[in-house]
């Protein structure tokens, strides 16, 4: 799980600049949020059109990724600095300092190392950060459930007998683990079946496409099931192959069921309506 925090563009706000890097640039400093276990903040700069008397390109993209993880009770933070899509310098808080990826982060490194009071701040952050935010958290993304919606439908109209598609779709749930399985007349099938990876939808839930390769018979029925930790039980969702002729035949004689209430109904209001006028007239 990760977050953007807001951002500002101030001045380089470290002990220094990186020695590596031009001194007259300007960073994102990165403001706190109350609900987050991951933080990312990505900042652009402009670099001076001279470093160290070499002439540069224009523009440089400098990020500064700051990222917390959780697992098994224990938080580990990581400030990782990205130029122009390398990485280059990062903290760990397992290690408790920083340390150069590549040769450009050395002398930042040993810098940023040697400066007490910044690294003491430094060392914090996995408390001050990741901790805190983590326990503001929890209850709105460990304990959040989102229930599946389930629909299934071939790929592509088709006569029985036909080799098709069979797609279970299962979209808008959280968390993002879930198994999805086919059944075939009650008995699961294991092979022919093909599935994306998981999708994120942009509002904290995701989807996922089942898809069953099959020929249908008359009379099958596939089942498509699904278990979700948002469920106390199962959500089964049933497709049936039928012949466009039974289909039409099916749709026709609910057609004449509802037409025959509708008749029922206006004999019984008729019915009704003309004992209440003889009682009147009498």
């Not at 160290?52 to 400030?79: K, S």
């Not at 279970?168 to 399985?181: A, K, L």
């Not at 035949?249 to 008749?263: D, E, H, N, R, Y």
Request: hydrophobic letters at 35%; aromatic letters at 8%; one cysteine or more.
């Amino acid at each position: 799980m990760s977050s953007v925090f807001t951002a500002s563009i101030l001045p380089w706000s470290g002990p220094s600049p990186p020695s590596s890097l031009p001194s007259s640039m300007m960073v994102l400093q990165v403001s706190g949020a109350p609900q987050t276990v991951a933080l990312m903040a990505l900042l652009m700069v402009l670099l001076t059109p001279v470093v160290q008397g070499r002439a540069t390109p224009e523009n440089y993209m400098l990020q500064v990724r700051d990222e917390c993880y959780a697992f098994n009770g224990t938080q580990r933070y990581l400030e990782r600095n990205i130029y122009n899509r390398e990485e280059f310098v990062r903290f760990d808080s397992n290690v408790g300092e920083y340390r150069a990826v590549t040769e450009l982060g050395r002398p930042d490194a040993e810098y940023w190392n040697s400066q007490k009071d910044f690294m003491e701040r430094k060392r914090a952050e996995v408390d001050t950060v990741c901790r805190h935010n983590y326990e503001l958290d929890e209850a709105v993304t460990l304990q959040r459930r989102v229930q599946p919606r389930v629909n299934v439908s071939p790929s592509k109209k088709g006569p029985l007998q036909h080799h098709n598609l069979l797609v279970c779709h299962v979209t808008d749930f959280y968390p993002g683990s879930i198994q999805v399985r086919w059944f075939l007349n009650g008995q699961e099938e294991t092979a022919g079946i093909v599935s994306t990876n998981l999708i994120r939808n942009g509002d904290w839930t995701f989807q996922i496409l089942v898809m069953l390769e099959m020929t249908p018979q008359q009379g099958d029925v596939y089942t498509c099931q699904v278990e979700h930790p948002s469920l106390d039980s199962p959500v089964t969702v049933e497709w049936k192959a039928q012949s466009d002729s039974a289909r039409s035949k099916m749709l026709t004689g609910a057609g004449s069921f509802v037409l025959g209430l509708l008749i029922c109904g206006v004999g019984i209001f008729m019915h009704r309506r003309s004992k209440k006028a003889q009682r009147g007239s009498a």
